[in-house]
């Protein structure tokens, strides 16, 4: 039933590891995003696809990677973690890009903690 | 410039009061959305409403209710007789013309206090 999902929901990890956080879809939507939210709730757009290409690439460390295998996945790998990535992250999925298309539904969150 | 504004960063209220959160947004195009979007404690963000720039009807929906002025560019939402439950981190966001991002405020944190 869940509409966007996201894996794991907690992550804890050290500096300098490489993470992978999982986004998955079942609305049947054509974009999808990645959004980060720090400490004082602040929503930034990190990427979007569209139909699997990436539209928006916003100005994040090129650490941060995004994947989408496909329509209803997009995946998220951050290499060579920093404590400045603590953060929660989000995904969200939308039917298209504009208009009352472009309203977006966001998964649950992934908090991760950088030691 | 394209901006949207929550001004009131926090607001506290007893159970049963209304309360108003405030939204003004700036953009130069005449076709536009705007949102209202909820985060609980929990974390989730939960989309409450959307609204066009053709529409200005209010909306009602059981406690809430949206109103939304172009004179003022302002698409404000009341909670009437608010309850603990509604406490939550709410954001109003904009979505102009064809612009692929949703520009988001800065958020309101409501308590509700028992």
């Known amino acids: 039933d869940t509409a966007v999902s996201q894996t794991p929901k907690y992550l804890v990890t050290q500096m300098g590891n490489d993470k992978s956080i999982k986004c998955e879809q079942n609305?049947?939507?054509?974009?999808m995003y990645w959004y980060k939210q720090d400490s004082k709730k602040f929503l930034k757009i990190m990427f979007s696809?569209?139909?699997?290409?990436?539209?928006i690439n916003e100005t994040v460390p090129n650490r941060f990677s995004p994947k989408s295998p496909d329509k209803a996945h997009l995946n998220l790998h951050i290499n060579s973690l920093e404590l400045g990535d603590s953060a929660v992250y989000f995904c969200?999925?939308?039917?298209?890009?504009?208009?009352?298309?472009?309203?977006?539904?966001f998964g649950p969150g992934t908090r991760l903690l950088v030691l | 410039a394209q901006k949207v504004t929550q001004a009131q960063t926090e607001i506290s209220v007893v159970e049963k009061e209304d309360v108003t959160l405030d939204c003004v947004y700036e953009t130069r195009d005449t076709t536009y959305y705007l949102f209202w979007y909820k985060q609980p404690p929990s974390g989730e963000l939960v989309f409450l409403i959307r609204r066009n720039s053709f529409d200005e009807q209010n909306e009602i929906s059981g406690r809430y209710s949206w109103n939304f002025q172009k004179s003022t560019s302002s698409f404000n939402f009341t909670i009437t007789a608010s309850q603990v439950v509604d406490s939550a981190v709410y954001f109003c966001?904009?979505?102009?013309?064809?612009?692929?991002?949703?520009?988001w405020g800065l958020g309101t944190s409501l308590a509700v206090n028992p």
């Open positions: 966001a904009l979505k102009p013309g064809n612009n692929r991002k949703l520009i």
């Open positions: 696809y569209n139909n699997k290409e990436l539209i």
């Open positions: 609305l049947g939507h054509d974009t």
């Open positions: 969200a999925s939308s039917r298209g890009l504009a208009g009352r298309d472009g309203t977006q539904y």
